[in-house]
């Protein structure tokens, strides 16, 4: 029979980019963002609170991500609570590109899992991050989400898996966002079902080559982040942050679409940088823009008092 925890638990757990140009469905980065959310067990109902990010948009019932993600974790463990209070500090912008559902996912399902006594010893990371990954339907958020830093990752024969890759620590990134948002149903739905396959090797080398201007030559990162399989093909639906990628590109700066897009990813230096500064004063009137690091903790728990 599960036991619950008494009191409130905290958890943090960060912002990620996926793709990063040739990465496609594949490699996937946590970024020094953070959603914060908060639990406890109540002796009967649901309460659901939202601020920030989303506060306007998403239910406060079952239907709420976090909460559903939570459900799902809870029967794995062994049983449901009575009662359940849950409070979401959002950070993450959503329908970005920046994980924001990934977020929620990993969020709720460590958050339950740090609910339930023990709950570490029946649920490990590997078999979280299984769990993340079926509700997201892949695992290139999620992963990043819950292990922090950079992540390789797919899913084989059913099963999911990924690996962490070392970041070198002068690699940072400027986050250019913009005020709309786009679905990654719509974005995804604007990709071609074949595509050359002259494409997939020149994306396949590229991909190769993200992991090691990533893990320590970032020198390369320009060439590193060319992607031919799905950037052009989303213009139609965020044309420009193509258009702003594509500008930054050609003055020599590793920028590509952060996950299904709108968001613009720009791999940069320290924040006092000075390619940090030439890429901030860039960000296009009504965009949000930021400097942020690859942030290595993934989700972390904290209890409450």
């Known amino acids: 029979m599960v036991t619950f925890v008494d009191g409130p638990v905290g958890v943090s757990v960060p912002a990620t980019s996926a793709n990063l140009g040739p990465g ?65 500090r959002n950070v993450v912008p959503h329908a970005r590109g920046l994980g924001s559902s990934s977020a929620a996912i990993v969020g709720g399902v460590v958050l339950a899992r740090a609910l339930v006594a023990g709950g570490e010893l029946l649920l490990d990371d590997e078999a979280a991050l299984r769990l993340a990954a079926r509700i997201e339907g892949h695992p290139d958020n999620v992963a990043p989400a819950l292990l922090g830093g950079f992540v390789v990752s797919g899913q084989e024969a059913g099963e999911f898996y990924a690996v962490a890759a070392p970041v070198d620590p002068r690699v940072g990134a400027v986050v ?51 992607d031919y399989l799905h950037q052009s093909y989303r213009r ?23 996950g299904a897009g709108p968001t613009v990813l720009a791999f940069v230096e320290g924040p ?34």
């Open 24 to 88: 496609f469905d594949s490699l996937g980065l946590a970024l020094s963002l953070r959603d914060e959310l908060e639990g406890e067990v109540l002796g009967s109902g649901l309460v659901v609170e939202v601020e920030g990010a989303g506060a306007d948009d998403v239910p406060r019932d079952e239907s709420h991500l976090v909460v559903r993600s939570m459900r799902a974790t809870f029967e794995l463990l062994g049983g449901q609570p009575a009662g359940l209070r849950l409070t979401c």
């Open 176 to 226: 250019l966002v913009p005020p709309t948002p786009v679905s990654t149903e719509a974005a995804r739905g604007l990709l071609p079902d074949t595509v050359p396959h002259a494409d997939a090797a020149a994306d396949a080398g590229r991909a190769a080559l993200l992991v090691a201007a990533l893990g320590g030559r970032p020198e390369h990162l320009l060439l590193a982040t060319r």
């Open 236 to 258: 139609p639906a965020m044309p420009e942050s193509l258009d702003l990628v594509e500008a930054l590109r050609a003055d020599g700066i590793p920028a590509v679409v952060s």
């Open 272 to 305: 006092d940088a000075a390619s940090t500064r030439a890429v901030l004063d860039r960000t296009p009137t009504g965009w949000w823009s930021a400097h942020l690091a690859v942030d290595g903790a993934g989700a972390v728990v904290r209890r409450e008092g």
